[in-house]
């Protein structure tokens, strides 16, 4: 399965010839190198190690440094692994770039969302809290009952909650690239993608290959 890392730039529009708009979020894809070459005769799977981002040597560990001159590699801050398939062949040192990818291509985005901080069940979990008339005066956004007291005498494992929103992993499938500029490394997928301006998203050809309808 082929794939490149990239950094999010932000979001713009594109116009379409007929004149309709077309939201997209740019990203700054590559120059990506292989650093390492996972096989199912030595690993048990296949799959690639992906490095991107130029670093300074001196933000690198010795192992980092080692293991990076052994692929041929430049000094990378960012490495992750894409799984491969049988008839996939990677050296290493090779270098990835934007145009393995073609618009119209179906991808999935995977990033680290926005984190919020901690937060209430309201704005967590989309709760509708308590009722805001009737001599209510500090229930209008708790979140009730989460539990009876005899049966079954607990609070449920996974119970929604108040607690930390958002900074985890999440993946976006199956959107449109619209455009790609191999000059600048730039690709544009159609709407929004996980994470902050700055972020680094792992982009790989869709799992679920679901046509919108219209085209789109």
Aim: net charge positive; hydrophobic share 35%.
């Amino acid at each position: 399965m082929k794939g490149i890392l990239g950094r999010k730039v932000g979001m713009t529009q594109i116009f379409n010839p007929d004149g309709s708009v077309v939201p997209v979020t740019v990203v700054e894809a590559g120059p990506c190198y292989v650093t390492q070459v996972r096989t199912p005769e030595v690993d048990g799977y296949g799959a690639v190690q992906l490095g991107f981002g130029n670093a300074k040597a001196k933000h690198l560990t010795r192992g980092q440094l080692g293991h990076l001159g052994k692929a041929g590699a430049p000094q990378l801050r960012y490495l992750r692994e894409v799984r491969t398939r049988a008839d996939e062949a990677y050296t290493l040192g090779e270098k990835i770039l934007v145009d393995i990818f073609e618009a119209g291509e179906r991808v999935d985005v995977e990033g680290r969302s926005k984190g919020r901080g901690f937060a209430g069940v309201v704005k967590r979990w989309h709760f509708a809290g308590g009722p805001r008339t009737h001599g209510q005066s500090d229930r209008e956004r708790a979140p009730g009952s989460i539990g009876a007291c005899a049966a079954p005498g607990k609070v449920w494992k996974g119970q929604k909650m108040p607690g930390r929103l958002g900074n985890k992993r999440t993946t976006v499938q199956n959107v449109e690239v619209v455009l790609v500029d191999p000059e600048r490394n730039l690709l544009a997928i159609r709407g929004s993608v996980p994470g902050p301006k700055g972020g680094v998203v792992l982009i790989k050809a869709a799992r679920k290959q679901r046509v919108r309808k219209g085209g789109n």
